[in-house]
Structures are given as structure tokens and as C-alpha cells.
């Protein structure tokens, strides 16, 4: 059995108690290098074989799979944040399905989530934004047109930008042509809830020279929209004026 775990952000009390559970029963562990925080691997038994992905290409880690399968053992796939967000983990279950190794999925706790709670922000808010666009600037990996920044960005909603803090001159200018006016208030969360976390706060315009001035290069994510700001609407959930299924509404 073959059980891909979203290790979370980056704290290693994170993970889900699953999570955790999964990596100390586990025979062998393949998790995802420099973006896994390694303190989570002091949770798993002493015999347990522990192989870093980051120095493995697709087949090999699969034999490894393969391997583990054929020992009657139980393989944790373990990734940062949450798996179903830029985790590649498609691919694997696809060659795991061919080869009839059964599997699961453990969530976890996304980085998006760690950069919300490192900016005490909220992505969505009445009058502001009602939707969250996550994505990622083009690089070696191509993005279809359509899902391009600077069309996503017309939108004018909350953008979370995941895998682009190398390419931050080149997002900003696309941020603006999309739409975003320059003093658009966006945020640089780096290695949300590591011990290490850095969190700046700019506008659209100061993304790249922000980051510069910090040293900032990867392991960063990049949020943007008026959910930073200071103007937004009260929700109807708590209006006291407001009926819901729970309670009536207060006239006065």
C-alpha cells in the first residue's frame, strides 16, 4: 500500500494527526527534499528506509514503490503542503494503477494556508473578492494562454502564485498588464510557518524589488489583491438582522 501525505507548510505540528500516524507505521518513505521539513522524519521508525525524491527521476521512485509492494511493506509518499496542489502525484498514481499497487491520500495542510495565517488574512471577503485564483507564472513548465497571469489577473480577484519567486520582475509586469493597478496591495510569504518565515508586505509595482532587497529567490509565495487592504463589507453569517437556518433575524 502506497499512501501519498500531505506533510503541510512547513511546521512539523502541521501535519494532520493521520499524517503523522501514516509516517511512523511506514516501512520505507519517499518524500519530496529540501521543500519537506526534515524534523518530520523523526516520527518514523528506526528500520524504516528513507529515500529523498529530489535525487530521483519518476521511474525510480516508482521502483522503489515496486519494491517496498513486493516486500509486503507500506510506502509513504510524503509531499509538501498538500499533495493535489503542484504535487505531480497524478503521474504516479496513474503508473501505480497500471501496475495494480493500491493507494490513498492523506491532505494536508497547503502552503496557501500557511501564507494566509502568516499574513492574518483572509482571501475572501464581502465587497473585496469571493474567489481565490491559484496558479503560477510560465517557466520551463509552459501554461495554456487562457491561464496565463496577466489573463487571469483581469479578473481583479485574490491571486495566490505558487512556484515564480524566480521570475518576480517578469510576474509584476504581467500582474499590471492583466489589470492590477500598481499600488494593489500583495505580500511575499516566505517559507510560510518555518522557523525561518519571512513575510513583506508591498504593493503590485514593489513585488521584484522587495524580493531583492530581502534575497528572496524561491520558497516563497506571492499574494495579491484588495483581501490585504483595509476596506471591506461585514458578512450577512454573523448581521444580526440576518436569518439563517439557526437563528431569526432581529428587527429593531
Known amino acids: 500500500m502506497v499512501h501519498f501525505v500531505g506533510a503541510g507548510c512547513g511546521a512539523p505540528d502541521l501535519i494532520t494527526v493521520r499524517g503523522a500516524r501514516l509516517i511512523s507505521e511506514a516501512d520505507v518513505i519517499i518524500y519530496a527534499g529540501s521543500l519537506v521539513n526534515p524534523q518530520l522524519l523523526e516520527g518514523a ?86 474567489s481565490v485564483i491559484v496558479t503560477r507564472m510560465a517557466g520551463r513548465t509552459p501554461v495554456r494562454e487562457e491561464e496565463s497571469i496577466r489573463s487571469l489577473a483581469s479578473h481583479g480577484a485574490t491571486m495566490v502564485i505558487f512556484l515564480s519567486a524566480g521570475m518576480l520582475p517578469a510576474l509584476q509586469e504581467e500582474l499590471m498588464a492583466g489589470g492590477y493597478a500598481p499600488d494593489t496591495p500583495a505580500a511575499i510569504v516566505y517559507k510560510a510557518s518555518w522557523e525561518d518565515q519571512k513575510v513583506i508586505r508591498c504593493q503590485v509595482s514593489e513585488i521584484a524589488q522587495k524580493a531583492e532587497q530581502s534575497g528572496i529567490t524561491r520558497f516563497a509565495l506571492i499574494a495579491v489583491g484588495r483581501f490585504l487592504g483595509d476596506d471591506y463589507e461585514l458578512s450577512k453569517l454573523y448581521d444580526p438582522a440576518f436569518t439563517t437556518g439557526y437563528r431569526r433575524g432581529k428587527t429593531h
Open 45 to 130: 521508525k528506526k528500520e524504516c528506509r528513507i529515500y529523498d525524491s529530489a535525487r530521483l527521476d519518476l521511474d525510480e521512485v516508482i521502483a522503489l514503490m515496486q519494491q517496498a509492494e513486493a516486500q509486503h511493506q507500506t510506502t509513504v509518499r510524503l509531499h509538501t503542503g498538500d499533495p493535489s496542489i503542484y504535487g505531480a502525484i497524478r503521474e504516479q498514481m496513474d503508473r501505480l494503477r497500471e501496475l495494480g499497487i493500491d493507494y490513498d491520500i492523506c491532505p494536508g495542510v497547503s502552503s496557501m494556508c500557511g501564507a494566509a495565517a502568516a499574513l492574518k488574512a483572509e482571501y475572501t471577503l464581502p465587497g473585496v473578492s469571493s
